[in-house]
């Protein structure tokens, strides 16, 4: 059976050079077959099974756009989460899952509300900053540009995905970082995160039942990744900009 990448909304859904995490997933997976889904297209996901879904980074004018076309899927969406299917989430692309996004002046942009989280935005202070953190025993580099952090609604405590050791989690001061359901993984951290973490990007393989393959660059990618490390780690490296 040929494995299916469905990529949401490339169209909008393609700042910060987002886009090549979907295009390294395309080249180290020559063999699938790879869909792009417009903001007027009923997502192939609904109908049919899809091994990966990724959807990246949009302006806020586009998350409203987004979040609309997504909530009439709201409970395929949270059924296949359920069944363990592969979806990759990077950016601001996060909030759409959450309940709601909140606007300086207290009005609501309404999303999946698929996690007890909402985003509140400041418009005027976009937050800059490396990221370096962990997941599992794999250490994580990339960056963050965002207008919004995340907050947890409640009590409740939403697994993460990844363990910040620089930078900003959901929000300033928090450890926590991203959100992680069964496959469904989901992070602010920018990049792109697959080419700058070849690690974590065997991991996401992995989960497609790939085990032994060589990444697009690889070798080079790993001189990259070990080099960021190590300025990252370097305490002589500021953490925001």
């Known amino acids: 059976m040929i494995m299916k ?6 169209k909008i859904c393609n700042l910060f050079g987002d886009a090549m995490n979907a295009e390294y997933l395309r080249r180290a997976l020559s063999e699938a077959e790879y869909i792009t889904t417009s903001l007027k297209e009923r ?3 609904v109908d049919e099974k899809v091994d990966i879904i990724y959807m990246g980074s949009m302006t806020e004018t586009g998350q409203g756009l987004v979040a609309q076309a997504l909530l009439p899927y709201r409970a395929r ?3 296949l ?3 363990g299917t592969v979806f990759l989430i990077t950016g601001n692309a ?4 959450g309940k709601y996004i909140e606007n300086e002046d207290g009005t609501r942009v309404e999303t999946l509300g698929i996690f007890d989280l909402y985003a509140k935005r400041q418009m005027m202070r976009r ?3 490396l990221y370096l953190g962990t997941f ?5 580099v990339g960056f963050k540009s965002q207008f919004a952090h995340n907050y947890d609604v409640g009590e409740g405590s939403i697994p993460a995905l990844f363990e910040t050791l620089r930078g900003a989690g959901r929000k300033p001061k928090q450890k926590e970082e991203g959100v992680r359901l069964n496959n469904f993984l989901a992070t602010n951290v920018l990049g ?3 080419p700058l973490n070849p690690l974590f990007a065997h991991y996401i393989l992995s989960l497609l039942g790939i085990k032994e393959r060589e990444l697009p660059y690889e070798q080079e990618a790993i001189a990259s990744y070990e080099a960021r490390l190590r300025e990252f780690k370097d305490p002589k490296t500021g953490s925001e900009y």
């Not at 990448?5 to 490339?10: N, T």
């Open 5 to 10: 990448i469905e990529v949401l909304y490339p």
């Open 43 to 45: 997502p192939r996901f």
């Open 77 to 79: 969406i949270l059924e």
């Open 81 to 83: 989460i359920n069944s």
């Open 94 to 97: 996060l909030e759409i899952f």
């Open 127 to 129: 937050y800059n900053s």
């Open 136 to 140: 599992g025993d794999i250490e994580i």
């Open 192 to 194: 792109p995160i697959l």
